[in-house]
């Protein structure tokens, strides 16, 4: 059982740059695929990013490309960069892990799940 812990969260300005960390409670690099995603309020939980298991390959969506980044290191942590963040990002922001090193878009492909650390955008 891979325990996530997010942090980072916090209240950041619109078009600031902000970075969250999700520390797993083993190593994760290579057999596990990572992803991040948030939740706003009233909306579904929604795919943002997610990195293969050696850190090869890296997805993300439509409304992030070009703003936000992804990576991780060799042994237990994932980072979500954030930039130019905009007031309807706000939200509760997880990191997720995938029993296998190729990653996924799909939150039902991601068998474990950290508690969510909170963001919010807003001058």
């Known amino acids: 059982q891979v325990q996530l812990v997010e942090s980072g969260g916090g209240l950041v300005q619109p078009g600031d740059s902000h970075t969250l960390s999700c520390a797993a409670s083993?190593?994760?690099?290579?057999?596990?695929?990572m992803g991040w995603f948030r939740r706003a309020p009233g909306k579904d939980r929604e795919f943002v990013a997610a990195?293969?298991?050696?850190?090869?390959?890296t997805y993300f969506a439509d409304s992030v490309k070009g703003r936000f980044g992804i990576s991780r290191d060799y042994g237990k942590n994932t980072y979500l960069e954030m930039h130019n963040l905009k007031p309807e990002e706000a939200a509760v922001y997880y990191c997720?892990?995938?029993?296998?090193?190729?990653?996924?878009?799909?939150?039902?492909?991601?068998?474990?799940w950290g508690q969510g650390t909170q963001v919010t955008v807003s001058s």
């Open positions: 997720a892990a995938r029993d296998d090193d190729s990653a996924d878009l799909s939150r039902a492909e991601y068998h474990y």
């Open positions: 990195i293969s298991g050696n850190g090869g390959a």
């Open positions: 083993e190593r994760t690099f290579i057999r596990f695929a």
